[in-house]
Nanobody
Framework: QVRLVESGGGLVEAGGSLRLSCAGT????????MGWFRQAPGKERDFVAV????????LYADSVKGRFTISRDNAKNTVYLEMDSLKPADTAVYYCAARRLYDAALHTSAAAYNTWGQGTQVTVSS
């Protein structure tokens, strides 16, 4: 299976930007839809964005639409999450997730993803 490693988290002031990266470890990366999820302390893991294997279709959570951009570079086995206009409510551990292409749907449930990275902390100060 593909293994995922997130990076790029950190501390940023409200209104600032961060770019997260999620690197896959083998060439099967292109056979997966890739999603980003986040989990704040004491809360459940929530959907952020998902992208199909070739980047042709993208879906965002309403809370990040217009501020976050998901993209992928299959040649580098990497998916990105560009986060702009960050808010304190965006503070969470961000996880990269992979779903094998069993169907063409864009899944927003964490239960639909079987492979996860270790997470990277994003903290937005007010």
């Amino acid at each position: 299976q593909v293994r995922l490693v997130e990076s790029g988290g950190g501390l940023v002031e409200a209104g600032g930007s961060l770019r997260l990266s999620c690197a896959g470890t083998d060439r099967s990366f292109s056979n997966f839809a890739m999603g980003w999820f986040r989990q704040a302390p004491g809360k459940e893991r929530d959907f952020v964005a998902v992208i199909t294997w070739n980047g042709g279709r993208i879906l965002y959570a309403d809370s990040v639409k217009g501020r976050f951009t998901i993209s992928r570079d299959n040649a580098k086995n990497t998916v990105y999450l560009e986060m702009d206009s960050l808010k304190p409510a965006d503070t969470a551990v961000y996880y990269c997730a992979a779903r094998r292409l069993y169907d063409a749907a864009l899944h927003t449930s964490a239960a639909a993803y079987n492979t996860w990275g270790q997470g990277t902390q994003v903290t937005v100060s007010s």
